[in-house]
């Protein structure tokens, strides 16, 4: 857990109080861009970045953690966010978006979430970053035939990837292992053309295929 603000971090600490998480806080003595772009961060499954620092300077710790760590997992809180704030976020990797109250009460559960490859992002939040990206200068054209080559077992792996269930999840719905679950993830990605489970769910949501990822917060 990454902030400026030792009261944040103390805040959290309570929220967090349990065994099941173990946190690593970690108080920024800079909110200055240049000095977060190189700041020693500690390896961790999911990192919680307190975004009250100017956004840059959030942009610059978002971009540290991912150079250093390809497959992080960040959950970004702040006071507030607006949607220009929270499609940035999304497009530099955030998986989750939670204002400080309610992180109060969820983030407990969005850590487990996002930390097994989901997103705790409200619905209509993702569904408009979607619309962004397919109506801007950025959208990017992927392999939209590619379900037709889908074995039976692929199509049940990527309609529980839709659900934004976890690889555990996953498996124990269609009773096969978290290793299998990832073999059939692995080959989707490589089907659809894509690099990660979000550019998937992306593709989806552009082909109006897919379930919502997760009702509103």
């Known amino acids: 857990m990454l902030s400026p603000h030792p009261l944040v971090l103390s805040e959290f600490e309570r929220v967090l109080a349990n065994p099941a998480f173990k946190l690593i806080p970690r108080h920024l003595s800079s909110t200055l861009g240049p000095d977060l772009r190189h700041l020693q961060v500690p390896r961790a499954v999911v990192y919680v970045v307190d975004a009250h620092v100017a956004r840059p300077a959030a942009g610059a710790l978002l971009s540290n953690i991912l150079d250093h760590y390809p497959e992080a997992r960040i959950i ?51 569904s408009g970053f979607v619309d962004s990206i397919l109506g801007g200068s950025h959208s990017r054209r992927l392999k939209a035939d590619s379900s037709a080559d889908l074995s039976r077992r692929e199509q049940e792996v990527l309609n529980s990837l839709l659900e934004n269930l976890a690889n555990k999840e996953i498996g124990n719905k269609l009773n096969i292992s978290e290793r299998t ?10 089907k659809f053309g894509v690099r990660r489970r979000a550019d998937l769910i992306l593709l989806c949501y552009q082909k109006r295929t897919a379930e919502p990822i997760k009702q509103s917060l």
């Open 181 to 190: 679950v990832k073999f059939h993830v692995s080959n989707l990605l490589s």
């Open 76 to 126: 970004v809180v702040a006071e507030k966010f607006d949607a220009s704030e929270n499609y940035s976020l999304l497009q530099m990797g955030a998986k989750g978006l939670l204002t400080y109250e309610e992180a109060r009460e969820q983030l407990p559960r969005a850590l487990p979430l996002v930390a097994n490859g989901g997103f705790w992002v409200p619905r209509a939040v993702l």
